[in-house]
């Protein structure tokens, strides 16, 4: 059997229970056409890029399963008449992930390290080198080109 990574978005209208009850009907589904769910994540009602059929948020929900392609395939052919089901993707996968998936783990402020020091910039009055500018030159320095849009000629 094969391995999938399998996130599917339900409306925004349905409540967080009856999204887990997705899960469960579609998880029911693989595992009756021989297929099996190592681990479902909900990711939680969360905004989308755009609108899917009139919805700007949607329940996510990711599945990792091991499955034949014939019980994959039953669920994407149920998942498509299912009026709750916004979007569904299914990837398959060489290994599955360990531990909560990127979506699950602590995004904290900590896990990227210090953001106050950026390394040995310098004074921030050194050009580096690309050396200095020079004087800034005023309106009257510039070249005595006509304005543009033809007035004045």
């Known amino acids: 059997m094969a391995l999938y990574e399998h996130v599917l978005l339900a409306r925004q209208d349905i409540s967080g229970q009856q999204a887990e009850a997705l899960a469960e009907h579609f998880k029911g589904v693989l595992e009756a056409n021989g297929g ?26 990711l599945m990792n399963v091991d499955a034949p392609a014939a019980a994959v395939s039953e669920m994407e052919r149920q998942m498509r ?48 080198d690309r050396g200095d500018r020079g004087p800034r030159r005023s309106f009257e320095g510039r070249d005595s080109r006509p304005p543009r849009g033809g007035e004045g000629e």
Not at 40 to 53: A, V
Not at 105 to 122: F, P, Q
Request: without cysteine.
């Open 81 to 128: 008449i299912h009026e709750d089901i916004l979007r569904y993707m299914t990837i398959r996968v060489e290994e599955h992930e360990e531990g909560p998936s990127a979506m699950m783990r602590k995004s904290d402020r900590d896990d990227r390290g210090d953001r106050g020091d950026r390394g040995d910039r310098g004074d921030r009055g050194d050009r580096g």
């Open 36 to 61: 099996k769910v190592s681990k479902t994540e909900n990711w939680g009602l969360r905004s989308t890029s755009h609108r899917i059929k009139k919805n700007r948020k949607a329940h996510y929900i």
